[in-house]
């Protein structure tokens, strides 16, 4: 997390945090949990140590956020298209006998 959070460096070598990095640190997981990248995080760096869910995003942060959104929607529609793939193939190999397998396969 690079330049999001800042600490200091104690004698021991340890890293010392302010308080209100704990809200950081929770603002800066619910927008990577919300499918957005560290470099996305960035441009919200103005509202990370507030309630970052209840601001209304600036119109740069709404266009980083839509493109993100477009990003996502196309790996989901080429996952979903090697999926479905799979699957037919699977259908075509066993002749409709196909189960899902739960977990890993390896």
Known sequence: MT???????ASNGYRIYEERAVVRVRNIRYLLSAGLTLDDVRVFLSCL???VAAV????RGLR???ER???????IAAQT???????AALREQTGGRTRPVAG???
């Open 81 to 87: 298209e090697a999926r479905d793939r799979l699957e």
């Open 64 to 66: 980083v956020a839509l």
């Open 49 to 51: 140590d507030g309630d």
């Open 104 to 106: 890993p396969v390896g």
């Open 56 to 59: 209304p995003p600036s119109d």
């Open 69 to 75: 959104l477009a990003v996502l929607n196309e790996r």
């Open 3 to 9: 330049g999001l959070i800042s600490s200091e460096r």
